[in-house]
């Protein structure tokens, strides 16, 4: 009997992309129910499986009051979720010996040691990478103020931020107490460009960004200020939505300012899930370190990890927020599985919104 062998290829093709197809319908219309509830602007998600994205959508609006809908490929804020970049940048220059865990923020800025407190000298990066450094979460006003003027580069502005964090006695004493800190992530990206020879920025993008393909990748509000190409961030004032391209300012970026699309997000997921598909920037002792929280505690560099039955032992958790935007992603590394949602605005009802999407997706791809 004579088979039609690049028929029933195709045919096998033609039933893979419908089936395909109708999963992402069956996501979109799960994300507009989550988003119609919580009243949101847009509501995007994606998953990762077994190294590959098995499933995206994204609902809703790039804008309130405009009617330009969302796509898959759109840029969204991660806010927070930017820490676990820094401390992956961090390790990263570790394993190519430019870095070490125990290198002191003494140690790197010797120039400033007449002007810190004396506390500050021997803390750690991995301390400053598990909020373990008695850095304050509230900054000095006069230097955040400072800061929102914008005055001279990015990575003059980054300096002055930290000398005067540190010129302030710390919030408890180093190493006894996790305090979650954008002041000790700011003061990472500091010593990392002092490292590196370059701002932040470059320094995250040569290094991380590139290698990933993740052309997306960029800081602060997405899309050219005034125009509708990509979404807005929203805040919600007297049950109004306010479109708004703010952000905070440039000097703490290393602890939440980066941006891209979610596809691009998924392979920086795929990196920590040390997916094949994706460039393997870290030795694994590395990576492992960076998912292992101080004695005690549940925050490693830039992740939460909890123990969650449908993760199969550990999950890695971070959220992430300007107050403008809203961003989730959790990882389970023993199911080689990954989810992030994300939202175009803050508050209550986006956190909600998202982990509702994060727990839809959780059960609609994990048995």
């Not at 990882?331 to 990954?338: D, I, M, R, S, V």
Request: overall charge positive; glycine content about 10%; charged content about 20%.
């Amino acid at each position: 009997m004579y088979t039609n062998w690049s028929s029933f290829f195709f045919m096998g093709w033609c039933l893979a992309l419908f089936a395909s197809v109708s999963s992402a319908a069956e996501t979109a219309e799960i994300l507009e129910t989550i988003r119609s509830k919580h009243d949101l602007p847009a509501l995007a998600t994606i998953v990762i499986k077994d190294g590959k994205v098995c499933d995206q959508a994204a609902v809703g609006v790039r804008k309130s009051g405009d009617k330009t809908p969302v796509t898959t490929a759109d840029k969204f804020h991660i806010g927070s979720c930017t820490k676990s970049m820094t401390a992956t940048l961090a390790g990263i220059y570790i394993d190519q010996g430019k870095l070490r865990w125990d290198t002191t923020i003494g140690e790197t800025f010797p120039d400033l040691k007449a002007k810190m407190q004396p506390e500050y000298a021997a803390v750690t990066v991995e301390q400053l990478l598990q909020n373990r450094g008695g850095v304050p979460t509230e900054p000095p006003a006069a230097a955040w103020s400072r800061a929102w003027q914008e005055k001279g580069s990015v990575a003059a502005q980054r300096r002055e931020f930290i000398t005067a964090v540190l010129a302030e006695k710390p919030a408890a004493s180093p190493g006894s107490k996790m305090i979650y800190s954008n002041q000790g992530y700011t003061i990472v990206g500091a010593m990392l460009e002092k490292v590196g020879g370059k701002p932040w920025e470059d320094l995250i993008a040569e290094q991380l960004f590139k290698p990933l393909k993740m052309k997306s990748a960029g800081f602060g509000p997405p899309g050219v200020i005034g125009k509708v190409q990509q979404p807005w961030g929203h805040t919600l004032a007297k049950n109004e939505k306010k479109p708004s391209q703010g952000d905070n300012p440039p000097a703490i970026g290393p602890a939440g300012r980066v941006h891209c699309s979610l596809p691009d997000f998924a392979s920086y997921v795929q990196l920590h899930l040390q997916s094949k598909e994706v460039p393997q920037l870290l030795k694994p002792e590395t990576l492992q370190r960076l998912h292992t929280p101080a004695p005690g505690g549940d925050y490693a560099c830039g992740w939460v990890v909890v123990d969650r039955p449908w993760a199969g032992g550990k999950a890695l958790n971070h959220n992430g927020s300007n107050t403008m935007w809203y961003a989730v992603m959790w990882l389970a590394p023993n199911k080689q599985f990954g989810v992030i949602s994300a939202a175009n605005i803050g508050g209550e009802a986006a956190t909600k919104g998202c982990d509702d999407v994060a727990a839809a997706m959780i059960k609609k791809w994990l048995p």
